[in-house]
T-cell receptor, first 115, second 113 residues
């Protein structure tokens, strides 16, 4: 079946540090991959996505590359800010194009950035 | 930018009562979803809805749950007889044609006392 495994948190970094949050997946077919962010007290916001192998999603300085050979979609940011403190969810959609079928979420990684 | 709207933002109900959570998906979207997130835990899929019927549901979505699209714009989740363990944040989402992605609402926090 389809599943997403995300690194356990919480992750605590100093401002301007480099961030990596690991995400690996198991899926059949040609899934699409997503990162969602949840700021304290708010809902889920799409951060970035990639719909096929070798695609790189990017937004707000965050990047993730869809690696089919390692079944990974690790989230990275070169220099984090205090405002990046949030919970980050890796997610998978079973279908190519990423608009159909239920999303399967990882457990979430809480990031805290200290000034 | 189009939004998915959920009401109410917070609902408190007594155990055993019925609740209806409301959502207005993006108007040209075709697929509708409910997810829930128990405090501090992962986001879990409940049900998907397409062409006026349930297309997929999880084991969480038992006989106590139902969904409806009563008027072509609203999409509702009903819990018939709430239990304490139904306390969670409930998210509605919608998606359109291939490539349009999913848009989530800001959620309804349900507290069962």
């Amino acid at each position: 079946g389809n599943s997403v495994t995300q690194m356990e948190g919480p992750v605590t970094l100093s401002e301007e540090a480099f961030l990596t949050i690991n995400c690996t997946y198991t899926a059949t077919g040609y899934p699409s991959l997503f990162w969602y962010v949840q700021y304290p007290g708010e809902g889920l916001q799409l951060l970035l996505k990639a719909t096929k192998a070798d695609d790189k999603g990017s937004n707000k300085g965050f990047e993730a590359t869809y690696r089919k050979e390692t079944t990974s979609f690790h989230l990275e940011k070169g220099s984090v800010q205090v405002s990046d403190s949030a919970v980050y969810f890796c997610a998978l959609s079973p279908y190519y194009g990423g608009s159909q079928g239920n999303l399967i979420f990882g457990k979430g990684t809480k990031l805290s950035v200290k000034p | 930018e189009p939004e998915v709207t959920q009401t109410p933002s917070h609902q408190v109900t007594q155990m055993g009562q019925e609740v209806i959570l409301r959502c207005v998906p993006i108007s040209n979207h075709l697929y509708f979803y409910w997810y829930r997130q128990i405090l501090g835990q992962k986001v879990e899929f409940l049900v998907s809805f397409y062409n006026n019927e349930i297309s997929e549901k999880s084991e969480i979505f038992d006989d106590q749950f139902s969904v409806e699209r009563p008027d072509g714009s609203n999409f509702t989740l009903k819990i018939r007889s709430t239990k304490l363990e139904d306390s969670a944040m409930y998210f509605c989402a919608s998606s359109g044609d291939r490539g349009s992605g999913y848009t989530f609402g800001s959620g309804t926090r349900l507290t069962v006392v």
